[in-house]
Every structure is written in C-alpha cells, then in structure tokens.
C-alpha cells in the first residue's frame, strides 16, 4: 500500500512543474499588508541556504479517487493499441513490451499539481543570508520533499 501511495503521489507532483505558482502555497512578504485566514493553514521558518524547500501535500482521499478513476478511463482508451503493439512485436519475432496492465500503464494525471517549490526571494524578513519565511497553505498534509531552485527558472 505504502508503495501505491508513493507512487500515485509522485504521479500528482510530476505532471506540473514545481516552480509554477498556484493557490497551495503562498509567500507572504514583509512589505505589504497581511491578513491571516482562518481558512487557511501556515509554515513558519528561517533558512540561510540558497535553494528552496519543495512542500508536497499528500493528496486527499477524493483525489486519489479522482486519480484512479481517470487512470481506469485512459487505460481502457488505451488497452486495444497496447494489445494490438504486442500482437504485431510477436508476430514480427521482435521483443515484445509487456502485457498491458492498469498497475504498470503509464498514466501522467495534470488535474492536480501538489508540489510547490517556495521562493525565498519573497521572504517574510531577511538578515544577511538568513530569510525567515511565513507560507499560506491550503489545508491538508505536507511533507518536506526536497530542495529546489525556483530563483533558476524567474
């Protein structure tokens, strides 16, 4: 299961680059006013690295659902010319891909982008090299995935 779950949430952050911006997270910047929402979670924290922290949030139950459903469809578009591919690799005598199944179909879902990279040009605060970041976040569960280089790509 555990493996299922890494493997659809990696499917979630893929599809849509880490450095695009979206309602999941938000920097807040010193230099503008600030409301908090009640609606809303937050990240608080100090960093002097130069690269950003990648947040991925798990996905909910209703878009692993989603997910599933719409990998069901494609795969089903799909099952004919991948049995047909098969068919024509064997009877050719050439190596021939896999039986096609739903667990293995390579399906790319873009109907979620869960992955955001923080940029810490937009910082709370800065000290030096030390930026403190304050993070609007959508509800939910999040993990710190990794390091980015969202200054790269702006």
């Known amino acids: 299961m555990s493996k299922r779950l890494l493997a659809i949430t990696l499917a979630f952050a893929l599809p849509a680059p880490a450095f695009a911006q979206s309602e999941e997270l ?8 600030f409301t908090f929402r009640s609606d809303r979670a937050y990240f608080l924290f100090r960093s002097d690295s130069g690269v950003s922290p990648v947040f991925l949030r798990i996905p909910t139950e209703a878009e692993m659902q989603a997910y599933d459903a719409a990998k069901r469809e494609a795969f089903a578009k799909a099952e004919p010319k991948l049995v047909a591919k098969r068919a024509e690799a064997i009877a050719a005598g050439k190596p021939a891909p896999p039986i096609p199944t739903l667990e293995d179909f390579n399906f790319v879902w873009d109907k979620v982008q869960n992955a955001q990279t923080v940029n810490m040009g937009k910082a709370l605060e800065k000290a030096g090299k ?3 970041m304050l993070i609007e976040a959508l509800p939910g569960r999040y993990v710190l995935y990794g390091m980015g280089f969202q200054q790269v790509f702006q």
């Not at 938000?26 to 006013?33: A, M, V």
Request: charged residues 45%.
């Open 26 to 33: 938000t920097e807040i910047r010193g230099d503008k006013p």
């Open 130 to 132: 030390a930026k403190t």
